[in-house]
């Protein structure tokens, strides 16, 4: 009593290959099975008069089946097939120990197979088709990642080089106004003495892009000229920040820290030819 004994074709049909059912497992000769779980909702029971089947494309649960079954294939199908009265697409067939759906029927999705001649295609193992598609995932997670990768990268590099125009811009503007400034200082230059004048200093300032500037001032004027002349002079070339240093006897020419601006001579300058270059200052350097 409260129980229903199905035969074990029936109960595959209600609960597929997954469904948990008891008594014989299909394999067997008993006549029925008691369900452990609830059938469907609800069981549709029509009396039609079904189609002679043509085709039926079958396919294996497990990738093995095609392996194990081997030669006997078709004689195998061909005694699951005949024990059968009809077919109905999403039924299960059992051949050996093996389970088949009936994926695709012809002409119809319910046919008879009583004296039929059933042509029978095997398509791909459902174990197949799920590996296919984990690894149609996986190339497209690996697609959509490289993708994603691209599309950051694309953006570091835009922000890379935006960065660096606006580097550019500013190194230009820079540049531009020294270029400008140099005008005016070398406007209020005080007059160069002449070539061979007494108690004067032929001053050889080398840029760091190779150029050479000369020009003469007196030992006795202000450092301030010289300076002055320097930073005109290398508008174009010098970094942002330097300082202006004497080759021989070394001395770095720096403007006073307050008061009274000191004399050439005062400087470490001497008469004849002074060699003087420019050494690029980094962060930190004037601290140090």
Do not use: K
């Amino acid at each position: 009593e409260g129980q229903a004994a199905l035969p074990p074709a029936v109960a595959l049909a209600l609960w597929g290959p997954d469904g948990e059912w008891g008594g014989d497992d299909g394999g067997g000769d008993a006549g029925g099975c008691a369900a452990r779980t609830s059938p469907p909702a609800s069981v549709e029971v029509r009396y039609r008069l079904l189609p002679r089947g043509e085709r039926v494309v079958l396919q294996p649960r497990a990738a093995a089946f095609q392996a194990e079954v081997g030669p006997g294939m078709r004689e195998a199908l061909e005694a699951a097939l005949g024990a059968r009265a009809t077919l109905t697409e999403g039924d299960w067939v059992r051949v050996g120990q093996h389970l088949l759906r009936v994926r695709e029927l012809h002409p119809d999705r319910q046919v008879s197979v009583l004296d039929a001649e059933l042509e029978a295609d095997i398509a791909a193992s459902l174990e197949t088709e799920e590996r296919i598609g984990r690894e149609e995932s996986e190339a497209r997670r690996r697609l959509e990642t490289l993708a994603a990768e691209a599309l950051e990268a694309a953006r570091e590099a835009e922000t890379a080089a935006a960065a660096e125009a606006a580097a550019a811009e500013a190194e230009l503007r820079r540049r531009q106004a020294r270029t400008q400034a140099a005008a005016g200082l070398l406007a209020r230059l005080p007059a160069e003495p002449g070539r061979g004048a007494a108690g004067c200093a032929t001053c050889l300032l080398r840029l760091g892009d190779g150029s050479r500037h000369t020009r003469r001032f007196f030992l006795d004027g202000s450092l301030q000229p010289l300076l002055e002349w320097a930073e005109a002079s290398g508008a174009a070339a010098l970094p942002e920040r330097y300082n202006l240093v004497l080759q021989y006897p070394r001395r770095t020419l720096l403007p006073p820290q307050g008061g009274q601006w000191p004399s050439l001579a005062e400087a470490g300058l001497v008469e004849g030819q002074n060699v003087i270059f420019v050494e690029a200052l980094t962060v930190g350097d004037d601290e140090a």
